[in-house]
């Protein structure tokens, strides 16, 4: 199983940056898919998950709502995060995983069995 985790970069605050995820070694569509966050010296933390199969339902933590959007792609095996509106908070090596569990619970990073390698963000103030 393999998670790879492409897009981060340096960004200005105000600016935009797209992960993308892809997965290889497991049945892409059946899991939940989410993204985390840790910055230095700090606890990983949640920023968004997307059910599995259609990706009706979305997560998203309040630092993030209406700015981040999630999203997959079956066919390509892929998740991809849309970060607009960029603050320096919210700066941090950014990872994927893929967990089987309800939506509900994929808040919590113990529910995930598969993780990615991380992307760095950084955005300047």
């Known amino acids: 199983v393999q998670l790879q985790a492409f897009g981060g970069g340096l960004v200005q605050a105000g600016g935009f940056l797209r992960l993308s995820c892809t997965a290889s070694?497991?049945?892409?569509?059946?899991?939940?898919m989410g993204w985390f966050r840790q910055a230095p010296g700090k606890e990983r933390e949640f920023v968004s998950a997307?059910?599995?199969?259609?990706?009706?339902?979305?997560l998203y933590a309040d630092s993030v709502k209406g700015r981040f959007t999630i999203s997959r792609d079956n066919a390509k095996n892929t998740v991809l995060l849309q970060m607009n509106s960029l603050k320096p908070e919210d700066t941090a090596v950014y990872y994927c995983?893929?967990?089987?569990?309800?939506?509900?619970?994929?808040?919590?990073?113990?529910?995930?069995?598969?993780w990615g390698q991380g992307t760095l963000v950084t955005v300047s103030s």
């Open positions: 995983a893929a967990g089987l569990q309800v939506l509900s619970a994929l808040r919590q990073w113990q529910t995930y069995r598969h």
């Open positions: 070694g497991i049945t892409f569509s059946s899991y939940g």
């Open positions: 997307i059910s599995r199969y259609g990706g009706s339902s979305k």
